[in-house]
């Protein structure tokens, strides 16, 4: 695609160079800075003064004044010009001979003493541009002979030219280019590189000479561009490698420059333009009888057989705008990479920020959002540009201002959308995205509150998930502006949350219940009750909790009242005392049991009057349950079921209280049974158990119960208890129970109870108590266990007590060990009881180690009151 790289403006028209001489053509041409040269076919050096003037409309024009002309003498054409400017030398080609002129006079220079001031036979020449000689007063070239296959290395000085290096080469050369040590050469079939210092060379690609004029362009250090078949431009550095992809340009190309990033390629009919960043073509430009092109220092000067042309670069600038105005982003990116090394740093990085921001936008409105976004990323762009375009998005206290000149063309999105709102919602659905990247980067610095509000309002038009997560965070939401928006899409929830990072507990809460309750409609959560008893039980303003608390408890009890049971724990003033909670859930009974279940059966917190308040209150809902009619058995049995929990487990009630407000109960015989059983009384409870209420496992169970943290004989006094209350059959105090079928019960009960607990009690006590009519078939059971258990008892005592001798024999053995002592004895040696020597080496070792005969040592335990302890032992002399 094509692209206006450059203007083609005249330099030296043909009246100023030749007047009404027809015959005159120009043979070559040098420039250097404002001086261009101009050596004609008549043998003559035109000097002219180049003058660039800005024109009205803001366009480059040359001025050009002619200084002087000369005749070299020699009615040949002027071949080549080259400018030695540090010499004050023009280097001269004409006639097959290099000579020296004077660039002010045109004069030839005349040879030095010593020493000449011509080359003859030479076909062509170049200057190097990258000397390898640090001499400042002279110039170095290559000169290529027309008599041999060689390349002459010269040194050129103000009035001499001395010659320094002589390379062959395999063929006869006719191109040249030369960079530090290194000839870039046009053989008659191929190209190669040539390395003079060292004689290395390397090949190119082949080349037929004879059907197309070389060309061979040195454009930069060690690298060259040469003309290769089939129409290409190829790029060769000094190893002989492509680092640059060819361009394909005429096959008809008889000359060729390059000013970054292009080539310029010079044909019969055209100006060929191509972008060395993507070889594509960007220009054509027509140029009719063009036979030279050179650049020099930047300046690219063509020139036909008559006339000087300079073809001018726009503003790279411009360019890239008119690449971005044709939606040719990547063109313009390219271009503006390409153009980094002859732009200033500083002023590169803004050019190429803005140029990626443009181009960003100009792919948003192509609906590219991922290129548009990484482009954005790359070129930091302020993000309000892009929110700016959102109407209504930015708060009303932001002080943004869009980049002037514009980054886009767009109004706003209905702009740029043009009704289509499928496209609207896709870029509502990109900037989500977008800001939801950028907004903890350092993109958003400086401009939180406007990234945040934006996007606050893009989750609650678009009902995005997102738009909780927002608000539960860390933002910056601009309170005022994000208010309306939430109400009007009826976000009531997350304006609640909004309100409380805020600050604004209260108005939260408000809200919330509004939509509890129904006046307002918000299906954000299904649980908005739960929520608001979870953030009362959290809060820290505890103004807050005792406000709506009776709202939370009259909606609900067993879930309002969490705010107090699941406060977590707190050393700040937001504690809470159970005392104000148990005051304050006065007249919230429900409420109350459960708060008070949470400090003594969770919490374990042991004081006697929330024990006695719990227990009171069970048996309220008992008696309660108790009084209706008709009774609700269920709620009646489980109700009961927790009394008697609480009454059997927790010992810091006052058991009087209770007792007395059941005590002419008689539907609740078991509840005063354990009452007296926390009291010791256990006659009177066992009493009511077997005698009143006739619940002999209850009984069993009491005793179980009763005697859990005691020791067995506590237990066993309890259960004999019950086995004489079992057969006595008669209340403490009063007669005996009548006679029959209540008598067998008993009996019964009583036979039960020694079978299935006979390892409790006394048998032989037992025994002693049973009356003597009763069958010993019936206490089978209870006599088998009674007398394994005895059996048992008496072998363990038996194991016991070995098992004590054995350990003490053990440590008097070990305590002899550890003696670690030899016993001595021998036949000079006599026996301390009867001092008689010892004839056998079986001894009695007395305490303190004193050695005596066996038969000594057993009669004195025998005539000893005592024993004595001994330890055999057994020695070899």
């Known amino acids: 695609m094509s692209v206006k790289a450059f203007e083609l403006v005249p330099a030296v028209e043909r009246d100023l160079l030749m007047g009404d001489k027809a ?29 660039e003037v800005t024109s009205s409309k803001g366009k480059l024009i040359y001025s050009s004044q002619k200084l002087l002309h000369k005749y ?9 010009l080259r400018a030695a400017s540090a010499l004050e030398r023009l280097i001269v080609l004409c006639d097959g001979i290099v000579f020296l002129v004077d660039m002010v006079t045109l004069e030839t220079v005349p040879s030095a003493a010593g020493g000449g001031a011509k080359i003859r036979g030479v076909t062509a020449f170049c200057i190097n541009e990258n000397p390898v000689n640090g001499d400042p007063f002279c110039v170095e070239m290559a000169v290529l002979s027309s008599k041999r296959r060689t390349v002459q290395i010269f040194m050129v000085y103000e009035d001499r030219v001395q010659l320094v290096k002589e390379v062959s ?17 046009a053989l008659a079939t191929q190209y190669m590189i040539l390395n003079y210092n060292t004689g290395a060379s390397q090949d190119l690609f082949p080349y037929n000479s004879e059907e197309r004029r070389p060309i061979v362009k040195r454009i930069s250090r060690e690298e060259f561009l040469l003309a290769a078949p089939g129409g290409l431009g190829m790029f060769a550095n000094a190893e002989g490698v492509s680092q640059r992809a060819p361009v394909n340009w005429s096959e ?94 500083d002023k590169f990085q803004i050019l190429h920020k803005r140029i990626l921001q443009q181009a960003g936008f100009i792919q948003f409105g ?129 304006l609640g949350l909004l309100y409380h990072y805020n600050g604004q507990d209260s108005a939260a809460l408000q809200l919330w219940i509004r939509v509890v309750d129904g006046d307002l409609q918000d299906s954000t959560r299904s649980d908005l009750y739960e929520y608001i008893v979870d953030f009362l039980c959290t809060a820290s303003n505890l103004d807050l909790v005792w406000k709506y608390a009776d709202w939370a408890l009259l909606k609900d009890p067993s879930k309002g009242i969490h705010i107090f049971t699941r406060r977590p724990a707190s050393k700040d ?36 009057k929330l024990h006695t308040h719990l227990a009171l209150l069970y048996l309220e809902r008992v008696l309660s349950l108790l009084s209706e009619s008709p009774a609700n058995d269920q709620q009646l049995t489980k109700a009961r079921e927790r009394l008697q929990a609480m009454l059997r487990e927790s010992n810091l009630y006052s058991v009087q209280c209770l007792l007395g407000k059941i005590e002419s109960c008689e539907q609740l015989l078991l509840e005063r049974a354990t009452l007296h059983g926390k009291l010791e009384e256990n006659d009177k409870a066992l009493h009511i158990l077997v005698h009143k209420l006739r619940d002999f496992p209850s009984a069993e169970a009491f005793c179980i119960w009763a005697s859990s943290c005691r020791d067995s004989a506590y237990r066993q006094r309890l259960f004999h208890l019950l086995l004489e209350v079992y057969l006595d059959g008669s209340v403490p105090g009063k007669a005996p129970a009548a006679a029959g079928s209540n008598s067998g019960e008993m009996e019964m009960a009583a036979v039960d109870l020694l079978n299935r607990h006979g390892e409790v009690f006394d048998a032989v006590r037992v025994l002693r108590m049973l009356p003597e009519g009763w069958s010993l078939q019936l206490l089978r059971p209870f006599l088998g266990r009674a007398v394994r258990a005895s059996m048992h ?14 350990e003490n024999l053990q440590l008097l053995h070990d305590r002899l060990k550890e003696r670690k002592k030899p016993i001595l004895i021998s036949e000079k040696k006599g026996c301390h009881l009867c001092h008689n020597t010892f004839s056998e080496p079986s001894v009695v070792c007395l305490p303190g180690g004193v050695p005596v005969h066996t038969h000594c040592a057993a009669q004195r335990v025998r005539d000893s009151p005592t024993k004595r302890q001994l330890t055999n032992s057994s020695n070899h002399t």
Not at 377 to 403: H, M, N, W
Not at 404 to 413: C, K, V
Not at 429 to 454: H, P, W
């Open 366 to 494: 192509q609906l590219l959002f991922l290129e548009a976004k990484e482009h954005f990323r790359k070129g930091q762009l302020d993000v309000r540009e892009l929110i700016s375009l959102y109407p209504l998005l930015l708060p009303a206290s932001s002080s943004f201002t869009r980049c002037h000149p514009p980054l886009h063309e767009f109004a706003d999105l209905n702009h740029l959308a043009q009704g289509d709102q499928e496209k609207v919602l896709q870029c509502k659905k990109f900037l989500i995205s977008y800001l939801g990247e950028v907004r903890s980067t350092e993109v958003a610095n400086g401009c939180r509150e406007d990234v945040d509000t934006a996007l606050l309002k893009l989750y609650a038009e678009q009902n995005h998930e997102s738009l909780l997560d927002l608000l539960a965070s860390e933002n910056a939401c601009v309170l005022a502006d994000s208010v309306p928006w939430l109400e009007k899409y009826h976000k009531y929830f997350a």
């Open 573 to 608: 003033q937001s504690e809470l005392n159970p005392d104000d909670v148990i005051t304050y859930l006065g007249k919230h009974s429900q409420a109350l049991l459960l708060y008070l279940e949470h400090l003594v059966l969770e919490k374990r917190v042991q004081k006697e």
């Open 72 to 80: 070299l003498g020699l009615k040949k054409p002027v071949t080549e």
């Open 793 to 806: 008892a008496c072998r363990t005592s038996q194991i016991a007590v070995g098992l004590a001798h054995s």
């Open 23 to 51: 015959r005159i053509n120009i043979e070559c041409i040098e420039c250097c800075g404002k001086h261009l040269y101009v050596g004609t076919n008549d043998c003559f050096i035109h000097h002219f003064l180049l003058v």
């Open 169 to 185: 080469t395999p063929e006869q050369p006719c191109a040249v280019s030369v960079d530090g040590y290194f000839l870039c050469l």
């Open 252 to 345: 008809s190309v008889i000359g060729a420059a390059v000013c970054f990033p292009y080539v310029v390629a010079l044909d019969e009919s055209f100006i060929t333009i191509h972008s060395m960043l993507d070889q594509q073509l960007k220009q054509t430009l027509s140029f009719r009888d063009g036979h030279i092109l050179q650049d020099f220092e930047g300046k690219v000067i063509l020139a036909s057989t008559k006339a000087v042309y300079v073809l001018v670069p726009l503003p790279l600038e411009r360019q890239i705008q008119d690449l971005l105005a044709s939606h040719r982003v990547e063109e313009a990116l390219i271009l503006t990479e390409g153009a980094q090394r002859n732009i200033p740093k």
